[in-house]
């Protein structure tokens, strides 16, 4: 990629954090120290989705920092990657009040900010931390536990790209069977992040008029 490309992404991504660092699409913004926005690498092939920030994140204005990041820094560190390596971003950019579950209004007041970080970054794979970011980017309400470790393709932010459900580390920090799921599932990481992602089939419009077959897209 051209360099003058990349500088592009990087400015436009810088620029559109300042710009919602002033956000008050919800009520979250009353509470925050700061707005919390993704951080890594801007050219990154590959970027974690997670649900919100907490008490470190909220104070430092940095997605994982707090122990799940920790974690997050040693899964990464186990494929060969760092958190500089990747790009981190959240369901939510606010701190939700004693870090309970995000609200639908929030959810959907925040989304418009993820999908443009998609669009920007236009990463391979999008691997989606627990709950809240798998139901959200995957349009299903199917949970985690059941989806965890099956990537499928789907078009978010209007990229073709890899969505891999993975548990949060946070669930992982204290209960080790769950760890080593969420290690087994990293392992598959490198191998997601090489494989191409065909872009979607054209769709073909017939003219006002055509024949029925042609109007199929038959012809
Ligand atoms: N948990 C999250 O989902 N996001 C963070 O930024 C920190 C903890």
Known sequence: MAAVTELTRADEL??????????????????RTQVVFGAGDPNSDLMFVGEAPGFHEDKQGVPFVG????LLEQLLAGIGLSREEVYIANVLMCRPPGNRDPLPEEIQACES???RQ??????????????????LLSGR???ITRVHGQEQEVTLGGRRVLLYPIYHPAAALYTPRMLEVLKSDFA????????????????????????????????
């Open 188 to 219: 598959r990481l490198p191998e997601l992040m090489g494989r191409e992602v065909p872009p979607p089939e054209p769709v073909y419009v017939a003219p006002i008029g055509a024949e029925p077959a042609v109007q199929l897209g038959l012809f």
């Open 67 to 70: 122990a799940a990041g920790k």
């Open 14 to 31: 810088r620029a559109f954090g300042e710009m919602v660092a002033g956000c008050t699409k919800c009520a979250l913004a009353g509470g």
């Open 141 to 143: 309400p199917t949970g």
């Open 113 to 115: 900010h993820l999908w």
């Open 118 to 135: 998609i669009e920007l970054i236009d990463p391979r794979v999008v691997a989606t931390l627990g709950n809240f970011a798998t139901k």
